[in-house]
């Protein structure tokens, strides 16, 4: 890597939330909290039916279900928790079956050194970790979903901080292949996110991995760093990213939340960066500017890709949200027709 992407990961920054570190798509973190009172058990989930229409030949346009979860958490004792949830849409997965997705048990005793196992997000990148229920854009950015792959794994994590702390960490152990998979070598990767909160309206943050991800491979590896950035001044909130991705990978991991993976290079980058401004409790416009590059060292190949989302949101209360996203792609090779315009409902209970 050359120093201009050190410099990046030294001084970039990003918006503080209390679901930071969520290690599954709802987001509720039961240990998140100095609080030592019991939680009852919950029953929770969202559905997020959705209409693609795609401004290309032919003009293709489909209803689906982006998502379609429902799951369980609570507390058995005063020092553990779990977390359950499955994936019923018939949009996510290479089988469209339903499929166990999140599913751990965390030790809580001590804040500073949580510990979770069981299969979860890994702990990289603020897109990622983002709730997928409170996500600003109807999609995450290009780079999550093709670099930050798989994005769950079975492993077992160490967590540190909470919602009142300004540095927090989170440090995992894990296979390596995704769910669904049975582990077929005998590397771990380690994966690790920290965040320090510098004033009210700015923490920094930085993600690494290093791990060994082609099945039946002991020996080759594959090296990820990335930064964030994010600024909170009262209504106006603005956070981005950039993730470096170097090494082996494997192509038969699944992108994020069911996108088709890419072929990779040696050397891959891409970045986000995304505005948004809530005018009121109900209306939230957004803005957001993407790239992505699969391979740094072909040039002008048609691989790169650059998007601008238009967008806005629609509460309507704190559990029915509307989407409505444009999403421009822009063209830097050869001009193709293939922009797309999305609109989706959120339900959660």
Known sequence: MNSKIYILIAFVFMFYVDKTFAQGCDGGDLTASDSTSTINVKVFGYIQPQYDYNFTDGNENSFKFKRARIGVRGKVHEDFSYYFMLETSPFIG????????????TYDKYSW????????????????????????????SIVADQL??????FGLMVIGGNNYTKFNYAVALMNGRGLKVKDDNTKKDIIGRLTYRLTNYLTVGGSFRYGYPVPNNNDDSRTSVGGEFALHLDKLQIQGEYIYDEGAYFSGASGGCGSIPVALGERRDGAYIMAYYN????????????????????????????RLTFGA??????????????????????????????AQIQVKF
């Open 94 to 105: 290479s089988s469209g079956d339903a499929y166990l997705m999140d599913a751990f048990v």
């Open 113 to 140: 050194a949580r510990v979770s196992v069981g299969s979860f997000k890994q702990p990289f990148s603020l897109d990622v970790s983002t709730p997928c229920n409170a996500l600003t854009t109807i999609d995450r």
């Open 148 to 153: 930050v792959a798989p994005q769950r794994d």
């Open 313 to 342: 949101n629609y509460f309507f209360n704190d559990k029915v949200r509307l989407q409505i996203n444009y999403q421009a792609n822009i063209q830097t090779v050869v001009n193709v027709d293939d922009d797309a315009l999305l």
């Open 279 to 306: 005018v009121n409790e109900k209306l939230q416009p957004v803005i957001k500017y993407e790239f992505f590059d699969p391979d740094l060292d072909l040039k002008d190949d048609g691989s790169y890709m650059e």
